[in-house]
């Protein structure tokens, strides 16, 4: 058939939507033809929540090959390529998800979650429908060519559901790489790479590990010539992608630091008993590794973009060293170099509710450095950290990086080059902390660099680090209700809007102890509340949580078993 054969744009009769040369851009027989091969269980609706779909594994090739199809069509209205990553991240081996990264490397566009929950959810019949929908809402223009790039995690069932978003992909005409086994913040780096034209770094997994290596080296040339005995770190991988990736790496900056892996998959289930979010939560370590007292261990989570540290002292007690601390040593270095620097750049601390009370009054009273709350979730504390000149954003479970502005970018780069000694030192400093740190999203290896650097540079051990203030003690629970959805919430989820009088039921709660707060959300990943309390004492803290989590089950439609006290 050629060109003059067909219609005028449109939807002709065939399915084809036509552009105005008359060639078809969505071949909507195609799709209904495919997507019968990856047809949508009955009655199964799925929310893309605070980090994509996450759900059963075997619930989910209808949500891939559709968001391969989404991915086409965003790819076409941004002009860009995009990311679309395969990971249920922390959650059990059994479980999956898929996100769509934005052309900037950072999590998708508010608008776009909403429509790829409609074509997540949409029947077979009218799938054709909701693709034209989207875009004509979105104005796609389907001239464009369209470009998605694929990463997955280690899970067993990752392979067969990337190739499903490839299915979708390639039936709507899109062009893709497929990376195959990638960290999630390897895939955002791919995307941003390549949108940036190559600016950003190459967009190989090589040129990942050569620029962040490379930059650590460069950073750490002064702290590493005197052979000291703090350079090796032993790794909890969480039996995930991030052992694989950093076996790679290694030997690139093995001159300045010692990975010993811990949990590398080749035994153990992932996330199982170990991995970041285990360690935070249970507040203990993970199975699996070997501590020794006062040796410094790391644990990152399933897909590598969180990373807690801890340690073992001379008694055998466990500290955990979580995000806020991550964020308070960060801060602390960077606001040291803009001193010498002298540049009046802005420095700002973007926190969640989860922060512990501590870290936020040391970084405002001792550190003087401005911090900000905001919604759980990377998506909200990313933005915030863009408003400045540097943006240092983490969650207390250890998924965080910081952000430089072009401006402060720019600044960093000429003093590097033209200003003197003390200066041009600091400046330089700088600047292969822009190269180290992801700027994409959170990204658990470079962080760790990061992390090792500085403690290397500033002679500090890990016990050093941990005592720059004490955690408040903190608990956090979680209680099944009939519909989470009925807890909304405002002040950066710190208060309760709905239902009536749970907010004054936590607050008479919480005058009830000292250096108290409890908070209550609806999980973005879970079908569950959270509670989170916090107390002068473990004994309080405990209680004051229990006492919240009664609250809820008895206010917000709690089911199953009331919550009891003990843990
Ligand atoms: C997701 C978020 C993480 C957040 C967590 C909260 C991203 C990439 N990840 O893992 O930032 O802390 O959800 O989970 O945004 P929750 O809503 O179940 O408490
Ligand atoms: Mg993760």
Not at 143 to 161: K, N, W, Y
Not at 275 to 280: M, P, Q, R, T, Y
Not at 520 to 539: F, H, K, L, M, W
């Amino acid at each position: 058939m050629s060109p003059d054969d067909l219609d005028p744009p449109g939807f002709c009769p065939q399915g084809f939507w036509l552009n105005e040369r008359g060639l078809p851009d969505m071949d909507l027989d195609a799709v209904t033809k495919q997507s019968v091969l990856h047809a949508k269980p009955d009655g199964l609706i799925l929310q893309y929540g605070t980090a994509g779909f996450r759900t059963k594994a075997e619930h989910l090739d209808h949500v891939m090959f559709r968001m391969g199809l989404l991915a086409v069509l965003r790819s076409k209205q941004t002009k860009s390529a995009i990311g679309v990553m395969v990971t249920a991240s922390h959650n059990p081996e059994e479980d999956n998800g898929v996100k769509l990264v934005d052309p900037l490397g950072e999590m998708l566009a508010a608008s776009w979650e909403e429509h790829a929950t409609c074509l997540a959810n949409a029947e077979e019949e009218h799938l054709p429908r909701v693709l034209v929908d989207i875009s004509e809402k979105a104005a796609v223009d389907l001239h464009q060519d369209a470009f998605v790039v694929i990463g997955r995690d280690t899970r067993p069932s990752s392979e067969r559901l990337s190739q499903s978003v490839i299915d979708g992909v390639t039936v709507l005409g899109g062009q893709f790489h497929d990376y195959g086994l990638l960290t999630t913040p390897q895939l955002h780096y791919m995307v941003f790479c390549r949108n940036s034209k190559g600016q950003y770094g190459k967009a190989t997994v090589e040129g990942y590990y050569q620029k962040l290596s490379s930059a650590f080296v460069e950073l750490t040339k002064q702290a590493f010539c005197s052979g000291d005995d703090r350079r090796t770190l032993r790794v909890d991988c969480a039996n995930g992608i991030g052992a694989l990736k950093l076996a790679e790496m290694r030997h690139y900056f093995s001159q300045g630091l010692s990975v010993q892996l811990f949990n590398d998959g080749t035994k153990g289930k992932l996330n199982h008993l170990c991995g970041a979010d285990f360690v935070k939560s249970h507040q203990k370590p993970p199975q699996g590794i070997e501590m020794r007292a006062n040796e410094r261990c790391c644990s990152f989570d399933g897909d590598a973009d969180r990373i807690v540290y801890y340690y073992h002292d001379a008694d055998g007690q466990f500290h955990l060293i979580d995000g806020d601390k991550i964020a308070t040593l960060i801060s602390s270095f960077l606001k040291e170099l803009l001193l010498e620097i002298g540049d009046g750049l802005s420095l700002g601390v973007v926190q969640t509710a989860y922060a512990n009370g501590s870290s936020t009054r040391y970084l405002e009273e001792v550190m003087k450095v401005p911090v900000y709350c905001t919604k759980t979730g990377v998506k909200h504390l990313h933005h915030k950290a863009q408003e400045f000149d540097i943006g240092v954003y983490f969650e207390a479970n250890g998924h965080g990086t910081v952000l430089f502005s072009k401006a402060a970018e720019t600044k960093i780069k000429q003093l590097a080059k033209e200003s003197e000694d003390e200066k041009r030192k600091a400046a330089k400093m700088l600047e292969s902390i822009i190269d180290l740190f992801n700027q994409t999203i959170g990204d658990a290896i470079s962080d760790m660099l990061v992390i090792e650097a500085i403690l290397a540079l500033k002679g500090l051990t890990v016990q050093q680090w941990d005592a720059l203030y004490t955690d408040l003690p903190n608990r956090q629970l979680k209680v099944k209700v009939a519909d989470r959805q009925v807890i909304s919430t405002t002040d950066a989820e710190r208060q309760v809007v709905k239902p009536p009088g749970l907010q004054e039921a936590i607050n008479d709660l919480v005058k009830k102890y000292r250096l108290s707060r409890a908070f209550v959300r609806p999980s973005g990943t879970e079908d569950i509340v959270r509670v989170y309390a916090e107390a002068d004492s473990q004994e309080n803290t405990d209680s004051l949580a229990y006492e919240v989590s009664l609250a809820v089950f008895q206010l917000a439609g709690g089911i199953g078993e009331r919550p009891q006290r003990g843990f």
